[in-house]
């Protein structure tokens, strides 16, 4: 059975930091493409960031180029979010999800129940 697990959400002040991490049961980090996405209220679900299974390139939506890095442990079968120089806007539900398209950032078929971020002082 599929399953990921994301922790790692908290209330961070403007400025700091945060690492998600999203731990997959049931496939291995390598085998699908994983990707973060986020849900503020009032809108819609936005991808962040995703690292592909094949060579583990990596993409980032503008928003967050330059301040959030997304990796891999496949030992520890984890993936991360490393997100620093948090800003308000960044508030948001945070998913992890595999199965789908990184150059896409469609099609993803498994989710995580989600982590909430909160960044306000």
């Known amino acids: 059975q599929v399953q990921l697990v994301e922790s790692g959400g908290g209330l961070v002040q403007p400025g700091g930091s945060l690492r998600l991490s999203c731990a997959a049961s049931g496939f291995t980090v390598d085998y699908y493409d994983i990707g973060w996405f986020r849900q503020a209220p009032g809108k819609e679900r936005e991808g962040v960031s995703c690292?592909?299974?094949?060579?583990?390139?990596?993409y980032y939506a503008d928003s967050v180029k330059g301040r959030f890095t997304i990796s891999r442990d496949i030992a520890k079968n984890a993936v991360y979010l490393q997100m620093n120089s948090l800003k308000p806007d960044d508030t948001a539900v945070y998913y992890c999800?595999?199965?789908?398209?990184?150059?896409?950032?469609?099609?993803?078929?498994?989710w995580g129940q989600g982590t909430q971020v909160t960044v306000s002082s």
């Open positions: 690292i592909s299974s094949s060579d583990g390139s990596t």
């Open positions: 999800a595999g199965g789908g398209y990184c150059l896409t950032l469609a099609d993803f078929g498994s």
